[in-house]
């Protein structure tokens, strides 16, 4: 009876103890998969900062130069001009779009004006 105890005790005891390593072993891949989602996540979190970084960047280059430009007297001139001022004893001058639209638009008038001067005279209608 004793060695079928013992017997009994070492199957239990093989049981318990295959039981519990499987609890282990499905814990730790159920862990693993966890981190791995979290590490693809970080990863994909990283990617898209070192995206916003080499747009800031170029953007700050954008700043840079334009900080550069401003430096210039050429572009203070350039501003100022834009917003209509001029320096002494210069004229501004605007330049108009040519008259041939409007010489166009005219005769398009006329030809409907005598047209309807035609068919006013051929109905005799008068106004």
Known sequence: MIKRKKKRQNVI???????FSSILIVFFAISNLKLSKKKEGLKEEISQYQKEVEYLERENQSLKA????????????????EQGYQRPGEKQV??????????????TKNIFENLLDW??????INE
Not at 94 to 104: D, Q, R, S, Y
């Open 13 to 19: 005891f093989s049981i318990l103890t295959l039981t």
């Open 66 to 81: 334009g900080i550069s430009k401003s430096k210039e007297e050429d572009y203070w001139e350039e501003v100022a001009r």
């Open 94 to 107: 605007v330049i108009l779009p040519p008259e041939e639209v409007k010489i166009e638009e005219e005769k």
């Open 119 to 124: 068919i006013k005279n051929e109905f005799k």
